[in-house]
Nanobody, 126 residues
Framework: QVQLLESGGGMVQTGGSLTLSCAAS????????VAWFRQAPGKEREFVAA????????FYSDPVKGRFTISKGFAENAVNLQMNQLNSEDTAVYYC???????????????????WGQGTRVTVSS
């Protein structure tokens, strides 16, 4: 059974940066799509970014494009999310998710992913 663990959340001031990490145990990310979603208080979970391990294609939501970068970690069970120019709209709990056989058109859909972490909280203060 694959388990995902997020780390790196915290509190940061507007304009600051954070790097989130996602580590898988019980498996690797080979042949998987790995994504980050976030959920702010009172809002639905929304897609942030994804990376297809084979080939390395990346995808971003419009609000984070140009500010966030998703990348493979040094090991086959690690993915990072570098977040720059953070603002209050980025405050949320961030979740890592992974799944195999996800078609491109379903990359941004939460139900496409089989495994989820518990989340890490990011708070951006002014």
């Amino acid at each position: 059974q694959v388990q995902l663990l997020e780390s790196g959340g915290g509190m940061v001031q507007t304009g600051g940066s954070l790097t989130l990490s996602c580590a898988a145990s019980g498996g690797t990310f080979r042949q998987n799509t790995v994504a980050w979603f976030r959920q702010a208080p009172g809002k639905e979970r929304e897609f942030v970014a994804a990376i297809r391990w084979n080939g390395g294609s990346t995808f971003y939501s419009d609000p984070v494009k140009g500010r966030f970068t998703i990348s493979k970690g040094f090991a086959e069970n690690a993915v990072n999310l570098q977040m720059n120019q953070l603002n209050s709209e980025d405050t949320a709990v961030y979740y890592c998710a992974s799944g195999r056989g996800i078609i491109l058109s379903s990359t941004r859909t939460p139900d496409s992913y089989n495994y989820w972490g518990q989340g890490t909280r990011v708070t951006v203060s002014s």
